[in-house]
């Protein structure tokens, strides 16, 4: 077993922690190429290792993910995600998944997708042609629509302004996790932490009031929070009653299902993941598709005639295969989620290099899916690549949009239908004309999000004939 070869070393005193935090793609991108697929470095007393190697990055993920634990900045983050299936750990994970898991059933899911296309239909019954809007905005907006109609059978149409504002302040909030000053900020009387404190508990008095209400009402409303309130665990097989049980603020004991602490959390990380990182797959999907016309064209000439001008189902997302490889390049280029850590609790082997005990190992979605060893062109938007015969000599971890493992995105398959739902609803109708083609500037937080405004031109498409 063997070390890392040397890697950046800092010029002052705080260098690598400020090069990392103003502009970790960029950081990371140039440690990559300049000293390759394991690369140490330390950042304050944290011993850290860049990973980009996809083998080893399935070796951390998958085979050996009992060696590792979450690290530093997710246990911080806690302080927002609670003991969600984000930040918690061990068995206690395990036994999460497990209650959660039957939430996601494709059957299930796939009974949401007339909700989705409603919600960008009535999204887009606003619009005017030729009008300037923010792309952005409007889907953080439909993807918040969709994660409240689903999670809680709730439309909020009269609260989503509030809600918007307040996820957007917890969200950029998740880089003080990565502060080496973070814990001590959060204490002081800032104004941001007053910003904070206040969505918080907006954002938590709203999943609270739906678990009160799912509670009394004691029937299953075909969302998501009635499948978890209805799941229990007996001696690892999930089980379903007939009604939605007693909550308590306790533990819980195996054939029990979630307390309600237990159901915020989770209902909480759900609904910070689904709503934001669904919400910025589809923004720079559409500004890839304002930057290639011919890209655009073809999927308006596979939606018209698999959709014929009505609405998508939930059926239609496997008729699609141009849209599902628009996605799935936009995710490449633009990983919602562009970066993955864990924490070895022990040394352990990865890819014949030795991790320390206590290491952190970072593995970067951006920098992998840009790595031309497995993407040809990496920097070019392709869709097309997607459909063609699986590359044989790519590895399957040099793409993980989801992670991977036993700590995969337990939405996955919900997320992939509804981005393709919307994409589809959305440009059976309407284009995109960039107001500014240049590449936005990026914003690493816990996702990957434009920093500024993405103002696009719709333009009304004549109905296919």
């Given at each position: 077993m063997?070390s890392?070869?040397?890697?950046?070393?800092?010029?002052?005193?705080?260098?690598?922690?400020?090069a990392?935090?103003?502009?970790?793609?960029?950081?990371?991108?140039?440690?990559?190429?300049?000293?390759?697929?394991?690369?140490?470095?330390?950042?304050?007393?944290?011993?850290?290792?860049?990973?980009?190697?996809?083998?080893?990055i399935?070796?951390?993920?998958?085979?050996?993910?009992?060696?590792?634990?979450?690290?530093?900045a997710?246990?911080?983050?806690k302080?927002?995600?609670?003991?969600?299936?984000?930040?918690?750990?061990?068995?206690?994970?395990?036994?999460?998944?497990r209650?959660?898991?039957?939430?996601?059933?494709?059957?299930?899911?796939a009974?949401?997708?007339?909700?989705?296309?409603?919600f960008?239909?009535?999204?887009t019954?606003?619009w005017q042609?030729?009008?300037?809007?923010?792309?952005?905005?409007?889907?953080?907006?439909?993807?918040?629509?969709?994660?409240?109609?689903?999670?809680?059978d709730?439309?909020?149409a009269?609260?989503?302004?509030?809600?918007?504002?307040?996820?957007?302040?917890?969200?950029?909030?998740?880089?003080?996790?990565?502060?080496?000053?973070?814990?001590?900020?959060?204490?002081?009387?800032l104004?941001?932490?007053?910003?904070?404190?206040?969505?918080?508990?907006?954002v938590?008095?709203?999943?609270?009031?739906?678990?009160?209400?799912?509670?009394e009402?004691a029937v299953d409303?075909?969302?998501?929070l009635?499948?978890?309130?209805?799941?229990?665990d007996?001696?690892?097989?999930?089980?379903?009653d007939?009604?939605?049980?007693?909550?308590?603020?306790?533990?819980?004991?195996?054939?029990?299902?979630?307390?309600?602490?237990?159901?915020?959390?989770?209902?909480?990380t759900?609904?910070?993941?689904?709503?934001?990182t669904?919400?910025?797959?589809?923004?720079?999907?559409?500004?890839l598709?304002?930057r290639?016309?011919?890209?655009?064209a073809?999927?308006?000439e596979?939606?018209?005639?698999v959709?014929?001008?009505?609405?998508?189902?939930?059926?239609?997302?496997?008729?699609?295969?141009?849209?599902?490889?628009?996605l799935s390049?936009?995710?490449?280029?633009?990983?919602p989620?562009?970066?993955?850590?864990r924490?070895?609790?022990?040394?352990?082997?990865?890819?014949?290099?030795?991790?320390?005990?206590?290491?952190?190992?970072?593995?970067?979605?951006?920098?992998?899916?840009?790595?031309?060893?497995?993407?040809?062109?990496?920097?070019?938007?392709?869709?097309?690549?997607w459909?063609?015969?699986?590359?044989?000599?790519r590895?399957?971890?040099a793409?993980?949009?989801?992670?991977?493992?036993a700590?995969?995105?337990?939405?996955?398959?919900?997320?992939?239908?509804?981005?393709?739902i919307?994409?589809?609803?959305?440009?059976r109708a309407?284009?995109?004309?960039?107001?500014?083609?240049?590449e936005?500037a990026?914003?690493?937080?816990?996702?990957?999000?434009?920093?500024n405004?993405l103002l696009?031109v719709?333009r009304?498409?004549?109905?296919?004939?």
């Amino acid at each position: 077993m063997t070390s890392p070869r040397a890697g950046p070393r800092a010029k002052f005193p705080g260098h690598l922690v400020y090069a990392l935090r103003s502009d970790p793609l960029r950081f990371l991108t140039r440690v990559a190429i300049t000293y390759g697929d394991f690369v140490p470095f330390r950042i304050g007393k944290l011993r850290m290792t860049l990973v980009n190697d996809p083998e080893a990055i399935r070796e951390v993920l998958v085979t050996r993910n009992d060696s590792f634990t979450k690290s530093p900045a997710l246990r911080n983050a806690k302080v927002t995600l609670g003991e969600g299936l984000l930040t918690s750990e061990g068995d206690f994970h395990r036994r999460q998944r497990r209650l959660s898991q039957p939430a996601f059933h494709p059957q299930r899911v796939a009974a949401y997708a007339d909700a989705m296309a409603r919600f960008a239909d009535e999204m887009t019954a606003s619009w005017q042609d030729g009008q300037t809007i923010d792309v952005h905005e409007a889907m953080m907006e439909v993807t918040l629509r969709v994660v409240a109609k689903t999670l809680f059978d709730a439309e909020l149409a009269s609260d989503i302004d509030e809600i918007g504002t307040a996820m957007d302040v917890l969200v950029k909030m998740f880089s003080r996790a990565t502060h080496p000053f973070g814990r001590l900020l959060n204490k002081l009387p800032l104004p941001s932490n007053f910003r904070f404190l206040k969505s918080l508990s907006l954002v938590h008095g709203i999943i609270d009031r739906f678990v009160r209400q799912h509670r009394e009402a004691a029937v299953d409303r075909g969302d998501l929070l009635s499948m978890l309130m209805r799941a229990r665990d007996a001696g690892g097989e999930v089980t379903t009653d007939q009604g939605v049980g007693a909550g308590s603020g306790g533990g819980a004991e195996a054939g029990e299902g979630m307390t309600d602490k237990q159901l915020r959390d989770e209902i909480f990380t759900l609904f910070t993941a689904g709503h934001e990182t669904t919400a910025n797959a589809l923004t720079f999907t559409w500004y890839l598709l304002g930057r290639h016309p011919e890209a655009e064209a073809d999927l308006h000439e596979e939606i018209d005639r698999v959709l014929g001008g009505r609405a998508p189902v939930a059926d239609d997302v496997e008729r699609l295969p141009y849209t599902r490889a628009v996605l799935s390049e936009s995710m490449r280029l633009y990983p919602p989620a562009w970066i993955v850590t864990r924490q070895a609790k022990h040394d352990v082997e990865v890819g014949g290099r030795r991790v320390p005990a206590g290491g952190v190992v970072m593995m970067s979605q951006w920098v992998t899916h840009h790595d031309a060893r497995w993407w040809p062109r990496p920097d070019e938007f392709d869709p097309s690549r997607w459909l063609a015969d699986p590359q044989p000599d790519r590895p399957r971890y040099a793409y993980f949009p989801f992670g991977g493992g036993a700590r995969s995105c337990i939405g996955e398959f919900f997320a992939r239908m509804e981005a393709a739902i919307i994409i589809a609803a959305v440009a059976r109708a309407w284009s995109f004309e960039l107001a500014d083609p240049r590449e936005p500037a990026l914003q690493p937080t816990i996702t990957l999000r434009p920093r500024n405004p993405l103002l696009a031109v719709v333009r009304k498409r004549k109905p296919p004939k």
